[in-house]
């Protein structure tokens, strides 16, 4: 036991950017140099083999399971811990089946449908009420979650300069907030595709509710046969979908949209981007996002002029998913004893984590959010400034 332990010390010893303390085996070992910030306890230490082949699929499974607790504030701690996940150890030929999943229409389903069809009712408890599942936009501090969430949407709405009468397609469309408010506002005729089964049936009800059927309607559709409805759009959006298709599909995606996007039509891309072509991380690919991957904002950038794509703007709205992350954790812990009763501890403890580690590694700049604008082809109808 002894000698675990002190592997384990030696292992963890590495992360010292910020002390920390480690407790294991009754006894306490500051890591790094200054006031320790959290406390880590150890109740069953962690082999290092494991450590090694997957040090966040080794410290996520722990914390599931209870083996490892955080004394303080979850956030914090892995605020203080997560800008170091450049000496995590990977092995990819140990993780191959996870890391390389198939991009195939019948795994790409089987994947979305893993994590967003957990349940409306489970995404209810901690979404707003427009159950909107991507960052908003704060334009005050104090604005409410779902301000927030309306706010983002009508910036998305307002640079595609929409026009009464136009079609609009969503390109992962979730729950349809957004075309909703494209429909009320501005009058346009709007279909959205997901491959999730419970988004789908959600958004059809709410266009029935909405008395919308005359200028909505949602399909479960894969991006790749967008081409297949010999239609054509005025306007194309897709927010935090093109994080599920891989990297060896990103050419595919944009040519999907090419084919189905008129000439000078818009085209908004708003996606969680990585700084780097990384293959993604383990314990998020096996728990959370399964296949899930980050685009650079460089890989997209240098598509775009293969399609003859012109960039128009590009914002970073990294800040502002720190701080929605924080308040969706914060409603999620609101409900934590009735998503226990539901989902059981691990899961609780497994999400918990998910939502705090994603608003650490935003914070800390490991991944980002853009939001992309492009015409296809010129544009010189548009307002020289940015008008919205």
């Excluded at 936009?137 to 409410?144: A, E, N, Q």
């Excluded at 595709?193 to 029935?208: A, G, H």
């Amino acid at each position: 036991m002894k000698k675990k332990q002190e592997l384990l010390i030696d292992f963890i010893s590495q992360f010292d950017e910020h002390p920390f303390t480690v407790e294991v085996g009754g006894e306490k070992h500051l890591i790094g140099k200054g006031e320790s910030t959290f406390t880590v306890k150890v109740n069953k230490p962690i082999d290092i083999k494991e450590l090694t082949i997957s040090t966040s699929i080794a410290l996520g499974e722990a914390y599931m399971r209870g083996d490892i607790e955080i004394e303080g504030d979850l956030y914090t701690a892995l605020n203080n811990f997560l800008g170091q996940l450049g000496k995590f150890s990977t092995d990819t030929k140990a993780l191959k089946k996870l890391m390389l999943t198939s991009k195939g229409k019948k795994n790409q389903k089987k994947e979305v449908s893993a994590h967003y069809d957990i349940g409306n009712d489970f995404y209810e408890l901690w979404l707003d009420e427009s159950m909107s599942y991507s960052c908003g936009y704060f334009k005050k501090k104090r604005d409410t979650l779902y301000e927030a969430q309306m706010n983002k949407i009508h910036h998305i709405l307002d640079k595609l300069s929409l026009k009464e009468g136009m079609h609009l397609l969503d390109i992962g469309c979730g729950w349809g907030q957004l075309l909703i408010e494209a429909a009320k506002k501005y009058k346009i005729k709007g279909l959205g595709i997901t491959l999730s089964e419970e988004q789908y049936k959600k958004f059809n009800e709410r266009i029935k509710e909405e008395d919308l059927e005359e200028y909505l309607t949602v399909e479960i559709m894969d991006y790749r046969d967008l081409p297949k409805l010999k239609t054509s759009f005025d306007r194309i959006v897709s927010v935090g979908m093109i994080e599920h298709v891989g990297r060896d599909n990103y050419n595919l995606f944009m040519s999907s949209v090419d084919k189905v996007l008129k000439p000078s039509g818009l085209f908004l891309l708003h996606y969680i981007s990585g700084m780097k072509e990384h293959p993604g991380d383990a314990w998020m690919r096996k728990y959370i996002f399964p296949g899930g991957m980050l685009p650079s904002l460089r890989e997209i950038i240098n598509l775009c002029a293969d399609y003859n794509f012109c960039i128009l703007d590009v914002e970073s709205l990294r800040r502002h998913y720190t701080e929605t992350l924080l308040r969706w954790d914060k409603n999620f812990n609101d409900h934590r004893a009735e998503i226990e009763e539901k989902m059981g501890i691990e899961f609780t403890r497994m999400w918990d984590l998910y939502l705090c580690a994603c608003a650490a590694t935003f914070n800390r700049g490991v991944i980002g959010l853009h939001q992309i604008l492009i015409s296809k082809g010129v544009n010189n109808e548009l307002p020289m400034t940015r008008w919205y």
